[in-house]
């Protein structure tokens, strides 16, 4: 007996999309990228074939990102892409259109809030609700959200670092900077470029992050060989880079992550501030698993920084929750037309 649902959570990322079903969980995590052929403007892959294609691509094929920043910036594309993963996670013996409920950026505008709305109701939703990140990010990561409690929210993603106090089911202040995940590669591919006269792709970068990356010098440094192009010779070359260079060459966008977290402790009412010493700050999202990370977060605020379960999964999660309760999060849940 195939299993319908009529309601749908989806983790609108700037890298990722993960699609929650209420009953099912997370039933889709792919990259947010398509693959364009530009002669015909037609789709020709979307997710993990086109992500394949990235930096791989013939002229008459584009592999890009319709999300920048964690917002539309190419319209028709991302509405292919979210059709594509509506039917996907559905099943295609699915006739129902679904309520979609889709996570936002904090610092998202009434623009660009209204044009998710409308790119989910045409890839074929019947109701769309938008939810700001970082209070799904909390409902995902078992945060009680609707107590008189003040808790803080560090949700780091590829295009944005969300940083939010919640209380009372609210936002009690927030901030969203453009600088995360994909600030963070391209801060390593041009240190790589500057110090090694070498030319690395995005996709090279980002493995650079994950498997040697930190955000505190290590006494023990892991290292890697990466292989690019010599920007003199024009040659194949590969180099050994160690973590202590990752660490000083990503040192910048760190700084502004932790800015944004200190301007939110600023603008937090006292009472709020006590509760936040008392439970610390709940890290979320995939680029809060860089290494370090908490601990670099302590060291500049001073309060404890704890690494939620799966932080990754989070935000989709608190869709997946956020849909099979909507009356009780719709404080927190923003009008659907």
Known sequence: MPFFSNKLGIDLGTTNVLVYVPGRGIVLNEPSVVAVSQED?????????????IGKTPGSIMAHRPLKDGVIADYRTTEAMLRYYIAKALGRWNIFRPDVLISVPAGVTSTERRAVVEAAIKAGAKNAYVVK???????????????????MIVDIGGGTTDVAVISLGGIVSSTSVK?????????????????FNLAIGDRTAEEVKIKIGSALPLNEELSMIIK????????????????????????????EIIKSIKDVL????????????????????????LRNIPELVFRRTGVKAVLAKDPLYCVARGTGIA??????????IIAKR
């Open 133 to 151: 990140e970082p209070v799904l990010a909390a409902i995902g990561a078992g945060i009680p959200i609707h107590e008189p409690l003040g808790h």
């Open 179 to 195: 600088c995360a995940g994909n600030k963070i590669d391209s801060a390593i591919t041009d240190y790589i470029k500057k110090t």
């Open 41 to 53: 403007n037609k789709i020709l892959a979307i997710g993990i074939e086109a992500k394949r294609m």
């Open 323 to 332: 849909l099979e309760h909507l009356d009780t999060y719709k404080k927190s």
């Open 266 to 289: 600023q603008e937090t009412p006292p009472e709020l501030s006590s509760d936040i010493i008392d439970r610390g700050i709940i890290m979320t999202g995939g680029t809060s698993q």
């Open 228 to 255: 690019g192009r010599d920007y003199v010779l024009g040659l194949p070359r590969s180099v050994e880079i160690k973590t202590n260079e990752i660490v000083k060459s990503i040192g910048k966008e760190l700084r």
